[in-house]
């Protein structure tokens, strides 16, 4: 592929949450290579470490269990100032409805929506002291799809939506846009995990084009959404499903 090159996005400051694999992985190595300083925060040390190795210095690695707020709290202000944020950490274990207890509610939520509210919060006044910024949420296809045994998950994102548009309005004052990337089915790791040949055909079969989605894929809309090239976007969805029906 010729991708883009974005000059506005060099010398950035960004961070990513959810950094260390699958599409957050895709996005700090997308923001690399625009030579943007990285600053992302995972749980999953030892995949972390190999994406800083496999880099170099263009990306910093920082432990933070996003569900502990004052941990993350402390660790975005150890960051500084940043003039991105993509919030992508998420959970999509399975579960039906009769399995759901409160502390599993909780939970589900905790990984899945509150930190993007809080992680927005925390780098807002940064963002507008440097002039404005962009805030880049993941949400899924799985709600708009009403995909069984993900309830809480798909609870949450669809939150995600509500939460998109209306922080774009509140802090669009401030020249900070805020808008949501909804993936399709991407091809991660984590995904492969649960499919067979038969369901990698029905993901084909389902999408207008015949390719499975890449991390990469999805890292390149963030790109644009974050660089001055999205400077008017703010507020809404951006759809990368390869045209699922
Ligand atoms: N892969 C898909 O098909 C797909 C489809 C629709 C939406 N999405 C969304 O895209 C985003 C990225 O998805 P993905 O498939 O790359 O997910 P993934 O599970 O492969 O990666 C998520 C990353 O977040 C980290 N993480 C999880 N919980 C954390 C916590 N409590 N604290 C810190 N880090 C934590 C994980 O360690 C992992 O590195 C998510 O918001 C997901 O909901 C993905």
Redesign the pocket.
């Known amino acids: 592929m010729n991708y883009a090159i974005y000059p506005s996005l060099k010398g950035r400051r960004v961070v990513v949450?959810?950094g260390?694999?699958?599409?957050?992985a895709g996005v700090v190595e997308a923001f690399v290579q625009q030579q943007a300083q990285v600053d992302f925060?995972?749980?999953?040390g030892d995949?972390s470490r190999a994406l800083v190795d496999r880099l170099g210095d263009g990306a910093r690695y920082h432990p933070?269990?996003?569900?502990d707020l004052s941990r993350l709290s402390q660790t975005l202000s150890s960051i500084g100032d940043v003039d991105v944020l993509v919030n992508?950490?998420?959970?999509?274990d399975r579960h039906t409805l009769a399995e759901i207890t409160p502390d599993y509610w909780e939970q589900g939520t905790a990984?899945n929506l509150r930190h993007l509210l809080f992680a927005t919060q925390a780098v807002a006044p940064g963002m507008k002291a440097r002039g404005g910024g962009a805030v880049i949420n993941?949400?899924?296809?799985?709600w708009h799809l009403g995909l069984e045994n993900l309830v809480t998950y798909e609870t949450a994102?669809a939150g995600i939506e509500g939460m998109t548009r209306a922080l774009a309005r509140e802090l669009g004052g401030d020249n900070i846009r805020v808008t949501c990337v909804v993936?399709?089915?991407?091809e991660?790791?984590?995904?492969k995990q649960w499919y067979t040949p038969e369901e990698e055909q029905r993901i084909l079969d389902s999408q207008a084009l015949k390719q499975r989605l890449q991390?990469e894929h999805l890292a390149r809309l963030v790109l644009f959404l974050a660089a001055d090239d999205g400077a008017l976007c703010t507020g809404h969805n951006y759809w990368m499903d390869a045209g699922w029906r």
């Open positions: 949450t959810g260390g694999s699958g599409i957050g925060l995972d749980i999953d995949a933070c269990d996003l569900t992508n950490a998420a959970n999509d990984v993941f949400g899924s296809i799985s994102k993936p399709g089915n991407v991660t790791p984590r995904q991390p």
